[in-house]
C-alpha cells in the first residue's frame, strides 16, 4: 500500500482555465477520476460504495462539491494524469483504472472544457488504513471528504451525471467480469465478496446460488487459511491471478 507524509490542497476537475490561459474559442481539456470503494459506517450491517470529492475553493460553483481533476499537462498522458488526481486525493494506488467516457457539451463549462474521465477502485482495507493514518497524524486534505455514492449533494458542472454513468459502468461490467474483486483485500471470505456484488448491484443475493456460481467460475483460488470470528470459521479465498479483472480489448496498458 501506498501512503504518504502528506497531501497537497486537491483542485477540482472541470473548471474554467485559469487567468490568461484560455479564451472563448479555446478548448480545453481536463482529466478527472471517479474513485469508487466500499466503506462501512459506524452502526451499519451493510457496506456501501463510496467516493472522495473536492470541496471548490473558486468561481465557478465555489464551494460545491465536485470530482477530483485538473488540467491535462502537456508532458503528460492521459493515464498519467488520472494516476496524478487520485494520488493527490488518496494517496493511494488504484485496483483498477480504466477509462470512462469523454464529456463534453458546449454549455457544462463556461468556457470550452472537454473532460476526459477515469473510473477508478480502491480496496477498502486500504482506504480505511490511509484514512485512519492521516487522522493519526492530522494531515488529512483539507478540502476532501467521502460520500455515499447512492446519496450525492448537487455536484458542480455535470458531474453528478458522470458518476450516474460511472455507476451505471460499474453495475454492467460487476456482471461479465471479476471486477468486484478490485474493492477487496488479497483475501476474502465468501461472504465478503458477495457484499460487494450486494453493495455495487444494490439488492440482495441468495448466499447458496451466489457460492455455486464463484466457485464455478475458475476466478478464485481457496487458501489453507480461514477467518475465525462469533460465526464457524471461514475459508479465505484468493483471485486467480490468469484472470483479467475486466476484459481491456486489444489494447495493452498504457495505450490511450
Known amino acids: 500500500m501506498t501512503q504518504t507524509t502528506s497531501l497537497p490542497p486537491v483542485a477540482a476537475s472541470s473548471s474554467v482555465p485559469p487567468t490568461g490561459r484560455g479564451a472563448d474559442d479555446v478548448t480545453r481539456v481536463a482529466v478527472s477520476t471517479v474513485i469508487f470503494t466500499l466503506r462501512r459506517e459506524a452502526g451499519c450491517d451493510r457496506a456501501s460504495l463510496a467516493l472522495p470529492l473536492v470541496r471548490r475553493t473558486r468561481d465557478p460553483f465555489e464551494g460545491r462539491w465536485a470530482l477530483p481533476g485538473g488540467w491535462l499537462d502537456q508532458s503528460e498522458g492521459l493515464d498519467e494524469a488520472a494516476a496524478r488526481t487520485l494520488a493527490e486525493t488518496t494517496g493511494l494506488a488504484p485496483s483498477f483504472l480504466e477509462q470512462l467516457y469523454a464529456f463534453g457539451a458546449v454549455d457544462r463549462s463556461p468556457t470550452r472544457v472537454v473532460s476526459i474521465v477515469y473510473w477508478a477502485l480502491l480496496r477498502s482495507t486500504e482506504v480505511d488504513t490511509q484514512l485512519a493514518a492521516h487522522a493519526a497524524r492530522g494531515d488529512a ?116
Do not use: C, M
Open 141 to 256: 486534505p483539507e478540502n476532501v471528504d467521502w460520500f455515499d455514492a447512492s446519496d450525492l449533494p448537487a455536484l458542480a458542472f455535470d458531474h453528478n451525471q458522470i458518476v450516474e454513468y460511472a455507476l451505471w459502468r460499474l453495475r454492467n461490467k460487476v456482471g461479465y467480469s471479476r471486477i468486484a474483486h478490485g474493492l477487496l483485500p488479497e483475501e476474502f471470505t465468501l461472504a465478503e465478496l458477495r457484499e460487494v456484488y450486494e453493495s455495487v448491484l444494490g439488492r440482495r443475493l441468495d448466499p447458496a446460488n451466489f457460492r455455486r456460481q464463484v466457485e464455478g467460475s475458475q476466478s478464485l483460488i481457496p487458501t489453507d487459511r480461514f477467518r475465525t470470528g462469533s460465526h464457524r470459521p471461514a475459508r479465505l479465498y484468493r483471485n486467480n491471478q490468469d484472470v483479467e479483472l475486466a476484459e481491456r480489448g486489444p489494447l495493452p496498458h498504457g495505450i490511450e
